[in-house]
């Protein structure tokens, strides 16, 4: 039996035309990504991604718009599921209150399990800067739509 691993993500653009990207450190794995994780059971798309937010950045946010759901498959990076993820533009209802850094996982403390965030200018972003094939895509359908 084969199993669906639903994702959903934030594309967060500020003020300053830069997007938020979240270094992660875990299972093992350094890896760059947009906001966002895994649907919980119960739990619908645009919840899932609200709770991601507070969860990841302590911040609620307002789904714009949908901007891209997965349409070719994708195996889990961790398991042996497939992957399908939605990505949403969101918009932050207050103030992040995050350290930005501006180095790829430069990360505060240690242990299994690390985050840390950085902008980058949605002119400057490449798919070099996310790890995992289905942000490489949408980062290729972000800089055509600019």
Known sequence: MYQFNV????????ELNQILISDEQEYGMQFSKFPGGGLE??????????R???????VEVEILS???????FV???FNESQVISVYYIVRNLSPLNLMFKTVQFDFD???????SFRWIGLSDLTEDDVTFP???????LLKNNI
């Open 109 to 115: 403390g240690e242990g299994e399990i690390l985050q």
């Open 75 to 77: 195996k889990s990076a």
């Open 134 to 140: 289905t942000d490489k895509y949408v980062v290729k």
């Open 41 to 50: 059971y119960g739990e619908g798309l645009i919840d899932g991604l609200k």
């Open 52 to 58: 991601e937010f507070v969860e990841e950045c302590n």
């Open 7 to 14: 994702r959903v993500y934030g594309l967060l653009i500020n």
């Open 66 to 72: 949908h901007f891209y759901t997965t349409d070719f």
